[in-house]
């Protein structure tokens, strides 16, 4: 597999504490600062767009998933069993 080429440029203004900071951790990860900076900046974008609470649908779809919602549930025998055996346990009592 080829490496990428980096072909772009990031410039930003910083405090001298946290430069001294980002050096430290970078240091003590064996990264270089460009790797330990990108890595956390790559992995709080990644959470960003995956923590997106709207979702554009077509409207079918949007259809058939409401269709789906709006249905009554059914009892599922092992969560009933559970629920039952969770009342009797004595840790799931906060006060008794």
Known sequence: ???????????????????????RGAQASGK???????EAASAQAEKALLDQRFFHLD?????????MLSKPGE?????VELFRATKKARWANSGN
């Open 1 to 23: 597999m080829a490496a990428s080429l980096k072909k772009e440029n990031m410039n930003v203004r910083i405090t001298a504490d946290a430069l001294d900071l980002i050096k």
């Open 32 to 38: 270089t600062v460009s790797a330990f900076v990108l």
């Open 59 to 67: 409207a079918q779809v949007f259809d058939e998933i409401e269709e």
């Open 75 to 79: 009892p599922r025998p092992e969560l």
